[in-house]
Structure formats: C-alpha cells, structure tokens
C-alpha cells in the first residue's frame, strides 16, 4: 500500500431545531442549525473500515437534540460550549471538537403597536454564529455574523489605483459601497457577555460602515476591523469578509437623458476583499 | 400546415434596477424587480419570423430604466401603472401590457439610536409587489406582497379532519403553525393610496394570524382574507397562498427524556391552502 | 359577513422518494417528486374550521409512498393515473384531482465501458415530467420535460424588428441562441406507449432546435411546436416556454484586440417566450 | 492605533465567459467560471486607503477575458497557468496568486446518432477544476472535480460502530450509500498532459465507488483515494470530501405492507467524510 491518510476530519452539518420557551403567555422562539465536526484517531476507519473508534454522525444528531432541550435557550456561545464539552469528555478518541451555530432572527409581530407574544415573523438574511474548537490543549470561541447586506450611497471613493494596460475603470470620488458582511471574532478571554458583546460589535461595525470616508474595500474593512478591536476590548482579533456588489448606472445617454440615480445592481458579488486585524499587544 | 398558434406571450423578466433619491444628507433608495409581457397579434413572427411587429425585449428594458429615472420613487403601483399606460399608448399590435413590480426592503442603519441618511441594510425576505394589467377595454391593479415567513405557537389546532387507511396523523390540539404569507389584493377602485393601503391590508393580515384560533390552514386562510375585505374597503378581493412548514417535535424518549419544546422545523413547505376571497355583494 | 370562498385548491407538494427494484445483480433506480392537489367542496373548513371533508396532505403523502410501491416503476404517467384514480374513487368530496409527477435522471456509471448494476450517477439538470387532471367528466394527461439547457452557436438570426425612441439594439444576422426548454403536451387519447413517445417528441424538438434557421425566439418555439405536432400523431397540443439567455461579446477594443468568440454567458434568463400550439383539425 | 494587519487577500470571483471556437461548421463551445486572488503587499491600502499597488478587480476582469480570446480553449490547468503567470509577472507588488477555472459541461445534440457541429445542451451538476497557485518561490497545480452526485445500491455497510446513550442507529448489513463527489489532486510534477490524466483519475474513482465493499463513508474516500494515488502516478496527493445522503425506507407497516423498496431520499447532505491521502514514499 503506497497510500498515508493525512489531515481528516467528519462531521454532521445542517442539524437543524426550532426551540421554543412556553413562558406563560409569552414564548420564546430560537432558530439554530449547528455543525458538529470530529478530528482524531480515526485511521483504521479509513484504512480497514473498522468502525470501532467511530460515533455515527446520526449519534452527534441525538446528542445535539437532547442537549438543546435543557441548554438552546441562552446564548449561542454557551450552547456550543456545552456541546463541546460533552463530545471531548465522553470521546477520547477524539483530539478536537468543532462546533458552529447559526442562528436565524425571527421578531415578534407587532399588534397595536406591541409585540405579541407567540406570533413572530422572520427577520433578514443576517445570521449570528458562534464557533467553539476545543482540545485537551486549547479553547478557542468565536462569535461572528455573516449574510447582512449593506449599502452606502455616499462617501465610498476609490481612486489613485494601479494601471495597467487592461485598465478601464474610471476612478469615482463618491459612489455606491454595496457590500455584504461576514465578521468572525475571537474572544481573548472565555469569560464574556456573550449577548450583549455580540450586539456592542454589531453596532461598532455597522457604525464605522456608515460614518467613515472609504477610499477602498480594503480600506473600509480595516476601518471597521480596528474600531470593533478599540472599542471593544475583549477582542483579541477579528476576521471579515466583504465581498462587493458594484451596482452601475444605467447609460440613459442614447436617449438624451442624464441619469445619476438609476443603478443596475450587482446581483453577484464579484470583488471580495478578506482579512484578519489583531490587536497589537506591542503598541499597547 | 397542420398547427395553429394558440394563446401565447412574450416579456423581459427580472429587470433590477436600484433607484437613488438625493434629498440633501438623506438619501433614499428603491431596490425594485420589473416584469414587463405583451399579448397581441404577433402571429406572423412565430409562424413566418416576421418580426416586424415584435419590441425587442432588450427595448422593453431600456423603457423600464428610462422610465424608471422619474417615476421609480413613490409607489410601485404608480410606476406599474405609467409603465403600462407607455408601453400600450406606443404599441398598437399590443393589446394587453402586464407589469408587475416586486420591492425589496432596505432600512436605514442606525446610529446611536437615529436612523442613518445614507446607509442601510437589507431587510428581509418579504417584498411588496404591485401587479397592472392594462387593455383598451379594462385596467386592473393588485397589490400583494410575498416571502413573509411566519409562525405562531399558540392556538393553532387541526383535528376532526377524514381518516381513510392511510391516515397515521394524529390529532393536534394545541400545535405550531408556521407558513409563509403571499398575498395578492385587487382594487374595486384606482383612486387609492398605495402606500397607507398596503400597510393596513398587511397589519390586518398579520393581526390576524396572530390572534385567531387556527383550526386548520384553510381556515386560517380565510379568516385572514375576510378580516382584510371587512376592515379595507377598497379591495374587492384578496388571494391568498399559503405554504405550511411543519415542525416536528424531536422524539427523545428514546433517551428517557420529555420534550415539548424542540422541534426539527420543515425546511420544505409541503402543505399548501391557496383560495381567493372575494367581496360579496349580495351580502351588503 | 361580507366574505365569499371563491376558487380554492389544498395540495401536498414535493413528495419526494427513491424506488428501487432490484432485479438479482441489476438494480434499477427511480428518482421522483410528487405533487397532489384537491379541488372541490371545502367551503366549511374555510368559513367554520369544520375538518371533516379534509383529508390530510400527511394522509396524500402516506398514500403516495404506499401506491409508489408497486406503481412507481413505469412510466410516471401510469403513476400519475394510478394515483388520481385512487383518490378520486376515495374522495366523493373531491370534485378534481391533480398529480403531478417530475422524474430526475440518473444514468449507470459505466465501468470498462459497460454500465454498472447498481451503481449511478445524477444526470443533467432536466426532468422528466408528467400531469395527471382528473374528475368524474374528464381526464387529462400532459407530459412534458423542463430545465432543459441548450444553446445553438450559429443560425441564430434578429433581424426586421421594431425600433422606437429606446431601442438601442443591433440587429444580428447570425448570433448564438441560449435557451431553456420546458414543454408540456397533451394527448388526445389515452392509450399511448408513454415512454417512447416522450422520447420521439424530446427527439424531435432538440433536431428542430439543432437545425432550424431561428429569426427570433418566438419563431423556434413555434417551428419546434410544429413539428413536435406533425411527427408525432398522438399529441393534441403542445406548449412551450422558452426563457433566452443571451450572452453578450465582450468588448475587448479597448485594448486593441478583437473579439468575436469570448461571451459573458446571461446568468438569469430575461427574455421569455411561451405559447401554445394546437393541432389544426381544420387543416387536416 | 492598536491594530495589526495579518493575513489578508482580494479577489475577482465568479467571472463567467464563454468561449467559442469555429472550426468551419464544428463549434466547439467552452463554460468556464473564474476567480483570481491576489496575496502581497497591500498594508498601506488598508491602513491608509492609499490604492497605489491595488490593480483593481475590475482589470482582473478585463485581464481574464484578454487572455480568454488566445489560450482558454484547450485544458483549463493550461488557462490557469497561463493567468498566473501573466498576473505574477505584471505585479511585482503580489506575492502569490491563485486562479480557479470550473469548467460545466455541454454536451453536443444529437441528430440521428450523430453529434451536432453547433448545438449543445447542458451537461450535469458536474464541474472540472483546475486551481493554480504561483509565487516567485513555489508553483502547484491541482485538478478536480465536483458536484457529482453518486448513489450505490449494494455493498454499502455500516456496522461495529461506537455506541453510547444516544446513539438509536441500528446496524445496516448492506443498504444504499449516496454522495456527492468532490475531488481535488496535485501533481508531483508540472508536466501532465491534463485532459487525458483528468480523465483516468475521475474514471478510477468512479469504478472504486461502483465495485468496492464499502464498510463506512470513511472507507470507501480512503479506497478510492489510495485507488487514484495507485493507478495515476502523476499524483502525489488527492483530497476528497464526501457529504452523505441517508436515504430512508419509508415505514409502511402501519398499511400493512412490507417495504424494501420506497425510500425518502435526504435532500440536504448531513454526513461529510473529508480527508486528504498522499503518497507514502517510504512505502515505495
């Protein structure tokens, strides 16, 4: 056999649950789907397809089910924490645990003016993640949100690029940032507010989008990347994804019209400028 | 020649277009989908390629752009509606324009609890739409809107339904009911205001589900769409489609464990009421 | 109240299922979803919540994997007959059954070029379709194909058309047709020999497709629906619905290169055209 | 300023062409899709939004349909070499870049048995890839593919797992295996006549999937790999991930009926098996 099994991992992903919290009149509603992924010993499986170090994907289904019912009710970290925990303890076969939740918004209807109780309707494309990789050796948590559409219709310029002979794109003093948010952040110390941390980031990233002069995607990003690390200090790092829409106006100039506010959107994002900032420990 | 050209159709689908309103600081954008079809005499370009009574649909579009620079900002149902009006006063082989015009939901990012001028995020998967369809001899508009996913987890009941053989359902007094809201309304009139109508057709529709005891999706349904007729006077009647998703309750019994509160939710609407309702007069 | 039930329908979609019959060594595989709806006399579970003439969409779907286990390995029309007349029969309540019937493809994977017992791989993106209606006064069965993707790079014609104020397109002499084809038929009896005939009228519509001079899209729809009709006796009607993409040339001028070969592909389809055609009994 | 740029990259993704070659009345018709990704010194753009040494995406763009019109009709891996090299060379301000090609299938129509010279319909899900990386330092060159779905209905077993308190999974002597097939090889050297080597490789791994007693998911991505490694020497490693369908037999005994026969396909892949096996050198 000339054949060496390298790096391998398995996992269940798209474990998908509703939990509901009957709190008399009011309930709760949570909408999570987790990844649960294994690294180890698993060599023989593959080599031999002895199964005896194996728990079955449909097992780590049951087991995220069952620990949901006492422990899917408060933050998403803390779930993840739990699951971890569990599958590490009673798997020594396993080196490291992976274990992703998503959650999706979901807002209470409005009556008169106040929320009901156990009517709600789907919020947007945004989803809050918590991903929690544990080891003998390490803890890592990170919390992050991804899908949520933003635009900006002033100050985002980009000019002063490189050239080359393949170059048409004019340079625009002020246009139109569409982009999407990924953002993913990493906890310096364990012991955090999840919830209301989560929100204080959300709210620096959204922020900085909205005030500050971009001159570029990358230019934004890290704007948005070293306010969330200055104003929110359990952050050791944090990674985020934009990938850019580049909505273009319609040339209404065969038809002796000037147009400067009908846009075609992108409606595939083609430029994506990715990065992770870390608080620089020297410059403290 | 043995065929004969029956009813028939052609359209220029999926016209996205973002419309920009610079009012000083304040900004406000439109993220609208057109839909343009023609019906008429077009029979010589199907069976002799004789195109000479065929818009080209890439025409259509540049219509939609062009139009869309003066009239894309207040209501859909008045862009529709001049949009339909151009299209059948400049083209005498048509004999009925439909327009249909599909708006996402952006809303502004705040900032220190004020809404922001010039940035925004993506709302969510609901979209109001607007449908015209115009001919010499009538003029219909509709109002609707779509992708509105909901649920309530109270009161909602299906039991005393038939049984045959293959039935295994078991009766539900108290269950989850969660679906996905489309409706589409018509006007008995066309003096309406658009925007305040919709809203109080869509908080109707809404106060509704949350409130009413659901006995089935049918009947949810209709008590949905009589509520609009009877509290909104304009509309004539109301269609509505009703998708279910049926969450599951987890079987953990298996583990020796109670559960009332996690469910797999129905990824898949598989279910599906769908009716229209109409005004009747008879009963005045 | 104020309120009438007008056209109403409930329907389980989307059932989904896998039949295998395992023939010694040789296993043959069918891949299908199916759609069931009712119309018919459910005015009081709209208006009084009174279940008793509801059948369950839970009791369609049992019903279906049921009847699937001995009929679900023949022709999908058969399938689609057997199941409206079980419903039918069952349901006095039930004045009109549909079923629909949509068959993905997979192929043996072929193994020293001979094909594999029980080994298969997903074929294209295209479905074969069947569509069962069926009351006490009539029966109806259409068979179709959908999602079909085809493209002729050469006699492809857009010439003659009609030009206002916001036409900008060139007229083209010879460019490349990129369409979808989706078609459904109807027999004008039953007794047809379902599987080859739907091969003959595929057949011959993608030869017509191949061979035909095209002048716009509405006259390949009509030349493919023609000809389906000429050559095959048992259709009555066929319909079409053709979505056209169109692939632009890019403009590679500015860079002092000509281009007549490299497209950027149309992602969405904008333009489409659709119609019936019927067999001329007059003509005859 | 407390923040620190790490890793960071941008791209141009999902540049889709067509590229078209007449060769007198046989066309040959070429789906490619490409991202390009540039690593290197952009630290002042982000910290300071100077775009001096940013090329922008959109001359990516530019640059990738240039190079399209002379050398992306023959192997992808060649296309990919090529952008690679021109993008390396222009930039002295990237330290590595990586371009993707997918290639989707169209296959030619046939006409009595014969291919057509100029009409094309849709191949599978199925696409090839070719992904280069190019540094001053290091170049590798992968093949794959991916999106090919694959069911066995035979010689699929899971037993001998690890069971704990959850785990409800009966033991399965031999059922069905479904799974989508992803792949990805590097070549041990540079020289590789692609197309033929990219056939040999997909052929060896389908007919490991079709003939080999698979015991795990697990097991049957070792054996195809250690299969691929063996019979393809250019190789040096393959990368494979396996997401797992589990379809399910439907439960008709509540009818009465036995069945075998009538499974619920899985729609959403849960299972995923991923692993990267190399060639031992020791072992040679």
Redesign the interface.
């Given at each position: 056999?000339?054949?060496?099994?390298?790096?391998?991992?398995?996992?269940?992903?798209?474990?998908?649950?509703?939990?509901?919290?009957?709190l008399g009149d009011r309930?709760e509603?949570r909408?999570l789907t987790v990844d649960v992924s294994f690294e180890g010993d698993?060599e023989t499986?593959?080599?031999?397809?002895?199964?005896?170090?194996?728990?079955?994907?449909?097992?780590m289904?049951?087991?995220v089910?069952?620990i949901?019912?006492d422990r899917?009710s408060g933050d998403i970290e803390k779930f993840a924490l739990a699951l971890t925990q569990h599958f590490l303890e009673?798997?020594p076969?396993v080196r490291t645990v992976y274990v992703r939740v998503a959650e999706e918004q979901?807002t209470r209807?409005?009556?008169?003016g106040r929320p009901?109780?156990?009517?709600?309707?789907?919020?947007?494309?945004?989803r809050r993640t918590a991903l929690v990789e544990r080891s003998a050796a390490r803890l890592i948590v990170e919390s992050g949100l991804e899908g949520?559409?933003?635009?900006?219709?002033?100050?985002a310029a980009?000019?002063?690029?490189?050239?080359?002979?393949?170059?048409?794109?004019p340079e625009s003093g002020d246009g139109?940032l569409a982009t999407e948010l990924n953002a993913r952040w990493r906890y310096g110390w364990s012991e955090v507010p999840f919830g209301p941390q989560w929100q204080q980031v959300r709210q620096v990233l959204?922020?900085t989008?909205?005030?500050h002069d971009?001159?570029?995607?990358?230019?934004t990003?890290?704007t948005m990347?070293?306010a969330a690390?200055?104003q929110c200090p359990p952050l050791s790092?944090i990674r985020l994804r934009l990938?850019a829409f580049?909505?273009v106006l319609?040339d209404?100039s065969?038809?002796a019209?000037e147009?400067?506010?009908?846009?075609?959107?992108g409606?595939?994002?083609?430029?994506?400028?990715?990065?992770?900032?870390?608080?620089?420990e020297m410059?403290?």
């Amino acid at each position: 056999m000339s054949a060496r099994l390298g790096e391998n991992r398995y996992s269940e992903a798209g474990i998908r649950l509703l939990k509901l919290n009957r709190l008399g009149d009011r309930h709760e509603l949570r909408d999570l789907t987790v990844d649960v992924s294994f690294e180890g010993d698993f060599e023989t499986s593959h080599t031999r397809g002895d199964n005896a170090r194996i728990l079955p994907t449909h097992t780590m289904r049951n087991t995220v089910y069952s620990i949901a019912r006492d422990r899917a009710s408060g933050d998403i970290e803390k779930f993840a924490l739990a699951l971890t925990q569990h599958f590490l303890e009673q798997n020594p076969q396993v080196r490291t645990v992976y274990v992703r939740v998503a959650e999706e918004q979901w807002t209470r209807v409005s009556i008169a003016g106040r929320p009901h109780g156990c009517a709600f309707s789907r919020g947007g494309l945004e989803r809050r993640t918590a991903l929690v990789e544990r080891s003998a050796a390490r803890l890592i948590v990170e919390s992050g949100l991804e899908g949520l559409r933003l635009v900006k219709t002033r100050n985002a310029a980009f000019v002063g690029f490189l050239r080359d002979r393949f170059t048409t794109l004019p340079e625009s003093g002020d246009g139109m940032l569409a982009t999407e948010l990924n953002a993913r952040w990493r906890y310096g110390w364990s012991e955090v507010p999840f919830g209301p941390q989560w929100q204080q980031v959300r709210q620096v990233l959204l922020e900085t989008f909205a005030e500050h002069d971009s001159r570029s995607l990358q230019h934004t990003l890290f704007t948005m990347a070293s306010a969330a690390l200055e104003q929110c200090p359990p952050l050791s790092e944090i990674r985020l994804r934009l990938p850019a829409f580049h909505p273009v106006l319609v040339d209404l100039s065969p038809f002796a019209m000037e147009n400067h506010e009908v846009f075609i959107p992108g409606e595939v994002p083609h430029s994506v400028a990715e990065a992770v900032v870390r608080r620089d420990e020297m410059a403290g």
